[in-house]
């Protein structure tokens, strides 16, 4: 959907350029079942397998990210049972794997999903999880955007197998610059020289 497909070849680029880790953005909520007992579409499945087992040929650890399930943002109470019934599938699969793959519960929680319910939501799923995976890292952060300012907000669990995130995008222009959705004013740091004083 962003006009990029995975292609074996950037494995080794990224291995080449001396990186040890990547952070696969998966979009878990469009390839599964809208209603109980909401089951992922296996090929999907297979062809995010596909992509993990590139990482791990060439020794890179690797995060499984649930990224950008929109409808959970703005209709948390709709969606709980949902989230948590994948996060179930994706655990059971992925339990026998090394542990150089990680989880990450979800990217960026925001709107209505606000703290208190994140808290709540966040700390079911990591059961859910350790249910099939006792040991494996899992990364969780804060609501709104994973901001940095809103790790206060993020009760976390007794567990020492927890990586805690956060998000930074100060100044927002800079972090996004060329971004297609953010607007023209983005453009004004391209080819310029940023000074931290300007901020």
Same mark, same amino acid.
């Given at each position: 959907e962003w =006009?990029?497909?995975? @292609?074996?070849?950037?494995?080794?680029l990224i291995k080449d350029a001396g990186?040890?880790?990547?952070? $696969?953005?998966?979009?878990?909520?469009?390839?599964?079942?809208?209603?109980?007992? #909401?089951?992922?579409?296996?090929?999907?499945?297979?062809?995010?397998? @596909?992509?993990? =087992?590139?990482a791990l040929e060439r020794n $890179?650890?690797?995060?499984i990210d649930f990224h950008h399930y929109e409808e959970i943002m703005y209709d948390p109470w709709d969606h709980k049972e949902r989230y948590l019934a994948i996060w179930k599938q994706v655990a059971?699969? #992925?339990?026998?794997?090394?542990?150089?793959?990680?989880?990450?519960? $979800?990217?960026?929680?925001?709107?209505q999903l606000n703290a208190s319910l994140w808290n709540e939501y966040s700390a079911e799923a990591l059961k859910?999880?350790?249910?099939t995976n006792p040991t494996r890292d899992v990364v969780i952060g804060p609501v709104n955007w994973n901001a940095y300012?809103?790790?206060?907000?993020?009760?976390?669990?007794?567990?020492?197998?927890?990586?805690?995130?956060?998000? #930074? #995008? $100060?100044?927002? @222009?800079?972090t996004h610059q060329g971004a297609e959705w953010v607007g023209d004013e983005s453009q004004q740091w391209l080819g310029t020289t940023w000074d931290a004083t300007d901020e």
């Amino acid at each position: 959907e962003w =006009g990029l497909f995975v @292609q074996e070849e950037y494995f080794d680029l990224i291995k080449d350029a001396g990186f040890d880790f990547i952070r $696969l953005p998966i979009r878990w909520n469009t390839h599964a079942d809208e209603s109980a007992p #909401y089951t992922l579409d296996p090929e999907f499945v297979f062809r995010i397998d @596909q992509v993990v =087992g590139w990482a791990l040929e060439r020794n $890179l650890t690797i995060i499984i990210d649930f990224h950008h399930y929109e409808e959970i943002m703005y209709d948390p109470w709709d969606h709980k049972e949902r989230y948590l019934a994948i996060w179930k599938q994706v655990a059971e699969h #992925y339990r026998d794997y090394p542990s150089s793959v990680l989880f990450e519960l $979800l990217n960026e929680p925001n709107d209505q999903l606000n703290a208190s319910l994140w808290n709540e939501y966040s700390a079911e799923a990591l059961k859910i999880v350790r249910e099939t995976n006792p040991t494996r890292d899992v990364v969780i952060g804060p609501v709104n955007w994973n901001a940095y300012d809103w790790i206060s907000t993020l009760d976390i669990p007794d567990d020492s197998h927890l990586i805690v995130t956060f998000h #930074y #995008y $100060l100044p927002f @222009q800079f972090t996004h610059q060329g971004a297609e959705w953010v607007g023209d004013e983005s453009q004004q740091w391209l080819g310029t020289t940023w000074d931290a004083t300007d901020e």
